[in-house]
């Protein structure tokens, strides 16, 4: 009997990954999506688009991380045997300029799923989206399972909630929840605003002779950055244990944002040096220096590895954006890799 699963966050980058994932082993998928003015399901348009990529298997329901009763409505009807929370403001930056709205969404809206799964009293699996940002200014390098929390961000600290009250219903209510703590991890469907995606896109815009500058903020921060694809493998490998559990997920291996810079450029022989500008307006008012995760922990107990190098993810990035605009100019329907 196929499984039932109900990802939040469907039109992210990762809820569009896992949703391919969990269709092409046979799941039935449904997704919460917000109703929005302008069209937001770009990332799943190819899973509709093809009828043999499961279309007949994925549903999608209109509710918000910010409306409890929906929610409750929606985990009745649908009645899941796995629950993927991936919606967030997922946004660092923005958190400091929203911060109440982003403790709404990111945090309060765990807990008002978790409340859902609980009334609802069905053997629901629960997947909480947990963030390395949890670690901000840390206190102990590589980061672990156990490394105590220290957010730099409104962000952070609604991760760091969410990811207590996850812990809290597992210990309370005996809830079948797992926090995932992924380092960041990227791919051609990353938002445009975050860093990477950033300079991929830009690359490409600069080698067509559409841009000459980008402007970026802090070039010296370091991240853990793996491939999107491989993470939500991840996710669901935690859901299929018997017992809950927290795992970090990452590469053990750290960059700056100007080796990113000299990999994305340099990839199309291009000088970074010759187009990048600092603009101030990019610097948060508290940074996250340094994120490396040891994912030893993942590597034991669900047999998971990252794959895909660092330099090799910001190629497969700066040529999938390449092909993006090429495909674009040519008035071609957008190719999602
Ligand atoms: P993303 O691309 O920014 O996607 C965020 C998703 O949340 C979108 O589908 C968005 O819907 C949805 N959303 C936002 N506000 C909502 C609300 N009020 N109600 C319902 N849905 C809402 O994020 P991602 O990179 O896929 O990341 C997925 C999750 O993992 C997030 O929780 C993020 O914080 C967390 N995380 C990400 C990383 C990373 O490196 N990517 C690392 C650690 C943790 P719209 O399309 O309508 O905006
Ligand atoms: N976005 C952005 N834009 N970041 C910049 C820029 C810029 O122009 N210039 C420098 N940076 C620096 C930021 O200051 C930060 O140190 C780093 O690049 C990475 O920024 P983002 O790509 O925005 O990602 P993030 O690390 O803040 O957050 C992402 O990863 C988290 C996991 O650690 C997001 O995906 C979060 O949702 C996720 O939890």
Redesign the pocket.
Known sequence: MAKTALLTGITGQDGSYLAEFLLARGYEVHGIIRRASTFNTGRLEHIYADPHSGRARLFLHYGDLSDASALARLIAKIRPEEVYNLAAQ????VSFDSPEYTTDVTATGAVRLLEAIREVGLPVRYYQAS???MFGKVREVPQTETTPFYPRSPYGCAKVYAYWITVNYRESYGVHASNGIL??HESPRRGE????R?ITRAVAHILAGLQDKLY????D?K?DWGYAKEYVEAMWLMLQQEQPDDYIIATNETHS?REFLDAAFGAVNLDWKRHVEIDPR?Y?PA??DL?IGDYGKARRQLGWEPKTKFADLVKLMVDADIQLLKDHREGKIKVTA
Request: zero cysteines; aromatic letters at 12%; proline letters at 0%.
């Open positions: 997922s946004h660092v930056r963030s390395s940002e380092f960041n605003t975050f860093v990477t950033k970026l903020g802090n070039l921060a991240r944002i990019y948060r940074e996250v994120l």
